[in-house]
C-alpha cells in the first residue's frame, strides 16, 4: 500500500468507528441498519483502495508525496495531547459526558487543518472545516442540554460519514484516467 492509500484506510476506519460508536445512541430501529451501511461502505471502500491506481496528488495541489514522517507526527501528538486535556477537562471538572464526542470530532477536525499543511493537500481544509463544525455543535448542543442522539448524529455520525465520503472522493480520484493516460482515438 502506498502512503495516500494508507492514510486514506486510516480515514476510512476512523469514518466507520465514528458511525459504529455513535449509532447506539439512535433508536435500534435507525442505529443497527446504520451500522450495517457503514460496514457495507467501509468494505467497498478497502476494496476499492487495493485496486486504486496510485495518483500521487490530487490535481492544482502540491506534488510533495504524503509521508508519516516528522511533520504528521507532531500533528498527531498535537491532537493526542488535546484531544486527552480536553476529555480530561470535560469529564472530571465539567462533568459533561455527552460533549465528549464534540471535542474529539472538534479536535480531529482541527488536526485536519495541520495535516494539510504538513502534506501540501488544500483540499483537506474542506473537511478539517466540517469536521470542525460537526464537532463544535455538537459541544453547544451538549451545553444546551440537547438529548444524547442528536448530539451523536451531529458531532459523531456526520462526522463519520464525511470521512467515509472523504476516502471516497479520493479514492474515485485515484481510480480516473491521468491525463498522461488518455489516448486518443
Not at 488536526?111 to 463544525?133: E, N
Not at 453547544?140 to 465520503?165: D, K, N
Request: aromatic content about 8%; charged content about 10%; overall charge positive.
Amino acid at each position: 500500500m502506498t502512503s495516500n492509500q494508507t492514510g486514506w484506510l486510516i480515514g476510512a476506519i476512523f469514518g466507520l468507528a465514528f458511525i459504529q460508536v455513535n449509532a447506539g445512541a439512535l433508536p435500534q430501529a435507525v442505529g443497527i441498519p446504520l451500522r450495517v451501511l457503514a460496514i457495507a461502505a467501509f468494505i467497498r471502500l478497502f476494496i476499492a483502495l487495493r485496486r486504486a491506481r496510485t495518483a500521487t496528488a490530487t490535481a492544482g495541489e502540491g506534488r510533495a508525496p504524503r509521508t508519516f514522517g516528522r511533520g504528521y507526527l507532531l500533528v498527531v501528538a498535537a491532537e493526542v495531547v488535546a484531544g486527552l486535556a480536553g476529555l480530561v477537562l470535560i469529564n472530571r471538572v465539567l462533568h459533561t459526558p455527552d460533549a465528549t464526542v464534540g471535542w474529539i470530532a472538534l479536535v480531529v477536525g482541527l488536526h485536519f487543518f495541520g495535516l494539510a499543511a504538513v502534506w501540501h493537500m488544500p483540499s483537506l481544509r474542506w473537511l478539517a472545516a466540517a469536521m470542525s463544525t460537526c464537532g463544535a455543535a455538537g459541544l453547544a448542543l451538549a451545553a444546551s442540554g440537547s438529548p444524547t442522539a442528536v448530539i451523536a448524529t451531529v458531532a459523531g455520525i456526520t462526522p463519520g460519514a464525511l470521512l467515509l465520503g472523504a476516502v471516497w472522493r479520493n479514492v474515485s480520484a485515484a481510480k480516473a484516467p491521468q491525463p498522461a493516460q488518455v489516448h486518443a482515438a
